[in-house]
């Protein structure tokens, strides 16, 4: 009986130890991003380009405008793939090719993303760069690569929402004389669309979160891109890029990037498991 | 009760951290030799020191960057046996404290092999990077915009660019920011329009390197002062040194010393 609370408490350390250690980070984060931000004003540091460390110029607007640019990218490449592959891999395919199909999507989840970086600073920088122009290292590249990095996010999150669907729907549907195609977008999607939306949401949030993969495609501009071939900063590349040299003021202002970038990801989680949730409760109601 | 878990969950993180944080204070023994100064020197000097403590285990050396300003103001307290500076010093203060060029470092300005321009004056160079020439026929090249690659902030290859070439002017926001000499090659290796400054010892002949001001970034160009883009590397002393600081000071002019900082791509002592 001791033994067996003994182990419960371990366990509940380590449990809360973990917990701590975001609570950790969170504050040591807004410690030294915060002071800055309010220091510099709102709107000095959201609404104004002007990055020049050296000179306490500390305007991250473009690399707000740079991340978001990219993440977008990346969701209109890599949440149309992952929701298609999702949808044929549920509805359409042969579960023994799905079965071997799944797994090798969920794969590409395993590959570092210096990896991808390196595949597209060797192989589509050079060919944007010929066939469409501009330097290659471009918003297009960064939103390429990084769509395949969020596929099997979004597309193994899709698959679950979608398997979640009660088959007495999808029996429903073709015994009424619904063609697949017609089951699939007029009621298996829509079933499953919360959770379809958690997918994408918890995708987003990867995107705006890497970093190596950026910073070797993206190529780092301060400007703010006024097309797809334009190079880019994102928030995360900036802090990468500089935090090895950065001391004082420019340290404090790389943390209060960190901030933006946390808020920012927390807002997307939060949106992401509201839908979840939602889901799964629509699962019990039936 | 549960509150104490919460607690005890706490303990371990943060007595972590204070272990490290004494490891981190508990290497201070005997008289050691304190060197302070320029962030672009620092590397290298710890390099030399690393070496020379391999062979001088009694030896000790403390290494600090923190500006060649700092480095100076250190030296002049007495906080630091030697400074290090990667600019020349100002004739008041080269009364003050006694210099010594320990290497040479050079940057090159490499354009595309496909490139028609063969040179480029520092004034076009700083009109290029500030962004105020942005296309290649200007120079007398072909008609295509100019893609400048520059280096993140801070680091020891920008700082040395922008102090030689740039004279206070911004380097165009427009430039793509690479974090590597060997990235910067990489792009201006596949980009015909790109033009980006890379350390000397970089250079091959996937890129071109241009002349600067009439003068090509060789070893000998640069150990004579002729090479625009050249900046020395300081060690700087005030009164008589301690026997400790002489002996890392003439391992580091050594033959053994010099040959470590070319291999990590300076230029010797002239």
């Not at chain 1, 002007?50 to 990219?70: K, R, T, Y």
């Not at chain 1, 939060?270 to 979840?276: G, V």
Request: hydrophobic fraction near 45%; include cysteine.
């Amino acid at each position: 009986m001791r033994q067996e609370k003994l182990i419960a408490l371990i366990l509940q350390a380590v449990a809360l130890s973990a917990l701590a250690g975001l609570l950790l980070i969170t504050v040591f984060i807004f410690k030294e991003g915060l002071p800055l931000i309010l220091r510099t004003g709102l709107k000095d540091f959201f609404f104004s380009s002007d990055w020049e460390p050296d000179a306490g110029h500390f305007g991250i607007m473009s690399m707000i405008i740079g991340s978001l640019a990219v993440t977008l990218g990346a969701m209109l490449i890599g949440g149309t793939l992952g929701l298609g592959m999702a949808i044929v891999l549920t509805q359409f395919c042969p579960p023994k090719l799905a079965s071997f199909l799944k797994p090798t999507i969920e794969l590409l989840a395993g590959i570092p993303s210096v990896v991808y970086g390196f595949m597209g600073v060797v192989t589509l920088v050079p060919l944007i760069r010929s066939y469409l122009g501009g330097p290659g290292l471009s918003v297009l590249a960064a939103s390429i690569v990084l769509g395949i990095m969020v596929l099997p996010t979004v597309t193994s999150i899709s698959i679950d929402a979608l398997k979640a669907v009660p088959r007495t729907y999808w029996e429903g549907s073709v015994a009424l004389g619904a063609t697949r195609w017609q089951t699939t977008h007029m009621l298996m999607l829509k079933a499953a669309r919360s959770g379809i939306v958690a997918a994408i949401i918890l995708g987003m949030g990867r995107a705006l979160g890497e970093t190596m993969a950026v910073i070797m495609v993206a190529g780092n501009a301060l400007e703010i891109p006024g097309s797809v071939l334009d190079p880019v900063r994102t928030l995360t590349s900036n802090i990468a890029l500089e935090m090895g040299y950065a001391s004082g003021e420019h340290r404090e202002a790389l943390f209060a990037a960190g901030v933006t970038l946390f808020a920012v990801i927390m807002i997307f989680n939060t949106i992401a498991l509201t839908f979840a949730r939602r889901t799964i409760r629509q699962g019990r109601g039936q | 009760m549960y509150r104490s878990k919460i607690n005890s969950a706490l303990i371990v993180p943060v007595l972590l951290c204070f272990a490290l944080l004494l490891t981190a204070c508990s290497s201070q023994t005997g008289e050691s030799v304190h060197i302070v100064g320029s962030s672009s020197v620092q590397p290298f000097v710890e390099l030399l020191a690393e070496s020379y403590l391999k062979n001088n285990p009694e030896e000790n050396v403390d290494v600090q960057g923190g500006g060649s300003t700092a480095g100076l103001q250190a030296v002049r307290t007495g906080l630091a046996n030697i400074g290090t500076s990667s600019r020349m010093l100002t004739a008041a203060e080269s009364e003050t404290f006694d210099s010594a060029v320990v290497a040479l470092d050079g940057l090159a300005v490499v354009v595309n092999p496909a490139n028609p321009l063969s040179k480029i004056t520092s004034a076009e160079l700083r009109d290029v990077f500030s962004g105020k020439i942005a296309n290649w026929e200007v120079l007398g090249g072909d008609d295509r915009p100019i893609r400048p690659i520059t280096r993140e902030a801070g680091s020891g290859s920008r700082d040395n660019f922008a102090s030689l070439v740039m004279e206070g002017n911004p380097i165009s926001r427009r430039a793509i920011t690479q974090e590597s000499n060997g990235a910067v090659k990489e792009l201006v290796k596949g980009d015909p329009a790109a033009i980006g400054y890379i350390s000397l010892s970089m250079l091959s002949h996937e890129v071109k390197a241009l002349l600067v001001d009439e003068e090509a970034p060789t070893i000998e160009n640069i150990q004579k002062g002729h090479y625009a883009l050249t900046r020395p590397f300081l060690f700087v002393t005030k009164g008589d040194m301690s026997p400790e600081a002489r002996r890392f000071f003439e391992y580091v002019l050594s033959d053994e010393g010099q040959a470590i900082l070319e291999e990590e791509g300076l230029v010797r002592k002239p």
